[in-house]
């Protein structure tokens, strides 16, 4: 990009385009002149001839009417009819502007004697000499008087460049928040202050973003070395005291330091595995598409919950959906749902129900348990987040089940919301996943 300044070129180009005008006007002028001068002469001529008529008629002789005839700029000569010439026709200027003839009538010594009579440039040649020179004088005044007006009106004009370009400096040495804010954002420069402005605004917000970013960043390290350091710290008491069993111990104690070592382990496990789930959605890694049945996650899920809680009744409604995503993280966002309706349940005593309800682009799973405040409901998708009536650290849970969720049901192209069951309790809602295609005859009957 060229960066020659804006203000010389936009007063050598208005010096110019001034100069090629007075060019045309003086062309103009001068031609204009030139043609009303030989009007002017050529009635000058017919005057001239018209008296000389007259002064035929009135019988003056000859030289006297050549004399009278002639005038400054204008010369003649007259040829009587007797072949006698009057004037010398050699004496005539060599540079003509116009020549007119004539022939007069009169008396016996004038009748059809022949007048001659040219007009040299030197009737106009003054006066055309003098309005050139005011011209070109009065030209080279109207440039020189332009151009020391364009230098202090360029610049006022061109002030707003001036205004952005302290505005730039300043933010680059650190100042944040100065705007333009052109009064009329519809003209070119209030055009390109707008934009000038929405750069700004979008450079501090990436700025404010990647900060966010990086605190949320640092505090979810911190927050996971803390989450992984409960079960490693309990790794590490039982491997010791199990190390430091004296031999006649009885087999009792050493069940349960195992029991409390393998506990742990499945914890910090469970964890480190949340992690590496969390890390693939921040890489951006896309999920399969593949036709997945809805029904038969559900339906899976509430097999589950009757094995592991016999006291919670599981009810799945809904017809059969099929849609083009990954079957094992689907299947995670509906445990994940799962799991932390049952922690719910738990905080009120285990007893409860949990419904799971297929749509047509995603579930809902909902339960009887204390519900989440609205206050909460965005909340509890962050990272390492529980609430204390629906999250417990020895219960198992990381705090990052429902943020896998979410982010797996965004990375199909849906979206998890949570709300409130029509019994009072809480209620995840997965939708906006893309419908599968239906099937032929002939894939169906496809083994």
Not at 213 to 219: F, H, I, M, N, Y
Not at 400 to 423: D, N, Q, V
Request: charged letters at 25%; hydrophobic letters at 45%.
């Amino acid at each position: 990009m060229r960066t020659a300044s804006l203000y010389r070129r936009v007063t050598v180009t208005a010096l110019g385009v001034l100069v090629v005008v007075l060019v045309i006007v003086g062309f103009v002028v001068d031609a204009v002149f030139r043609a009303q001068a030989e009007q002017d002469v050529n009635r000058v001529l017919a005057g001239r001839v018209q008296l000389a008529q007259q002064l035929a008629k009135q019988n003056v002789n000859p030289p006297t009417l050549l004399l009278r005839v002639e005038t400054r700029g204008v010369r003649g000569w007259l040829t009587l009819p007797d072949g006698t010439s009057l004037g010398v026709e050699d004496d005539a200027p060599d540079t003509r502007l116009k020549q007119v003839r004539a022939t007069l009538s009169g008396p016996a010594r004038i009748n059809g004697a022949k007048l001659t009579l040219v007009a040299d440039d030197s009737l106009i040649a003054g006066t055309e000499r003098t309005l050139r020179n005011l011209l070109l004088i009065t030209g080279l005044g109207a440039v020189v008087v332009t151009a020391l007006a364009l230098l202090a009106g360029v610049r006022l004009a061109l002030s707003p460049l001036d205004a952005m370009t302290r505005l730039a400096r300043s933010i680059v040495s650190g100042g944040r928040g100065g705007r333009l804010a052109p009064a009329r954002p519809g003209t070119e420069l209030g055009r390109t202050a707008a934009a000038f402005d929405a750069a700004l605004d979008a450079l501090e917000g990436a700025e404010r973003a990647a900060r966010d970013s990086e605190e949320r960043t640092r505090r979810f390290v911190a927050d996971a070395a803390h989450e992984l350091r409960t079960p490693l710290a309990g790794i590490q008491a039982a491997a010791e005291a199990v190390l430091q069993l004296p031999p006649d111990a009885g087999s009792g104690q050493a069940e349960r330091l195992q029991l409390l070592l393998v506990r742990e382990s499945r914890r910090a496990g469970k964890l480190v595995g949340d992690l590496l789930e969390l890390a693939r959605l921040d890489a951006g890694v896309q999920p399969e598409r593949e036709p997945v049945s809805l029904l038969a996650l559900a339906e899976a899920q509430a097999d589950r919950v009757r094995l592991l809680a016999p006291e919670v009744t599981a009810a799945v409604h809904g017809e059969d959906a099929r849609v083009l995503g990954d079957a094992d993280q689907l299947t995670q966002v509906l445990a994940n749902l799962v799991d932390n309706a049952l922690h719910a349940l738990r905080a009120q005593g285990g007893h409860g129900t949990l419904t799971l309800t297929v749509h047509t682009d995603g579930f809902t799973v909902s339960d009887t348990g204390p519900g989440v405040p609205p206050s909460e409901r965005e909340r509890i998708f962050d990272r390492l987040v529980r609430l204390d009536q629906a999250r417990d650290r020895l219960g198992g849970g990381s705090g990052l089940g429902l943020a896998i969720a979410r982010g797996f049901a965004r990375a199909h192209g849906g979206e998890l919301r949570c709300g409130e069951a029509a019994g009072g309790g809480a209620e995840f809602t997965l939708s906006g996943l893309t419908p599968a295609p239906a099937e032929t005859p002939a894939q169906a009957e496809t083994p």
